[in-house]
């Protein structure tokens, strides 16, 4: 098993600055690839960034380029996500997740589904 466990949320104001944290442990010999999701009340979960972790292969939603970064730190085995000018509408759970599975991730690494591990969440309030 693979334990994922995020950190950095918290609250915010318009034009701010975050780093959010996921550590990866446990049988984390075979993780392909770690993600941030983010989900607001009555939605679906929403992609925000993956990485790679052997082919550093970086990619970010489009909607979120210019704002949002994804760093992974391989010897940590912890991945980051930089957001920056941050707005109300960034306002959401971040969740950290990954795969051990290459397939998953070729056919689905924009959706949850291309994931098998997730980490519990970390809050991010934006105020105006």
């Known amino acids: 098993q693979v334990q994922l466990v995020e950190s950095g949320g918290g609250l915010a104001q318009s034009g701010d600055s975050l780093t959010l944290s996921c550590a990866a442990s446990g049988r984390i010999v075979h993780l392909f690839a770690m993600s941030w999701f983010r989900q607001t009340p009555g939605t679906e979960r929403e992609f925000v960034a993956v990485?790679?972790?052997?082919?550093?292969?970086?990619h970010i939603a489009d909607s979120l380029k210019g704002r949002f970064e994804i760093s992974i730190n391989i010897a940590k085995n912890t991945t980051y996500l930089q957001m920056n000018s941050l707005k109300p509408e960034d306002t959401a759970v971040y969740y950290c997740?990954?795969?051990?599975?290459?397939?998953?991730?070729?056919?689905?690494?924009?959706?949850?589904?291309?994931?098998?591990?997730w980490g519990q969440g970390t809050q991010v309030t934006v105020s105006s």
């Open positions: 990485a790679t972790r052997s082919t550093d292969h970086l």
């Open positions: 997740a990954a795969t051990d599975t290459y397939s998953s991730y070729r056919s689905s690494a924009t959706m949850p589904q291309g994931y098998n591990f």
